[in-house]
């Protein structure tokens, strides 16, 4: 019996973290907190934040500024 259970855990699908899905709202939260309290705009100074890429063994953005403005409470 403990034979089949050892052989068959694979079967189960892929391993889970208890702690993902928490990890997963968290994250999920900060962002959106984030976005709901602070302005992202370019550098003084500068027109646009620059969205060209950087190419390696994977495509990244290439290092960027961003000033954040802290929105006012309603």
């Not at 602070?38 to 620059?50: A, E, L, M, R, W």
């Not at 990244?60 to 403005?69: E, L, N, Y």
């Amino acid at each position: 019996m403990l034979a089949v259970i050892i052989s068959n855990w694979r079967l189960a699908g892929k391993r889970l973290c208890l702690g993902e899905q928490l990890a997963r709202q968290e994250i999920f939260l900060f962002f959106v907190s984030l976005l709901q309290n602070v302005y992202f705009k370019p550098p003084v100074g500068q027109d646009s934040i620059s969205a060209r890429e950087f190419w390696g063994t994977t495509n990244a953005p290439s290092d960027f500024k961003v000033r954040m403005i802290a929105r006012e409470a309603w």
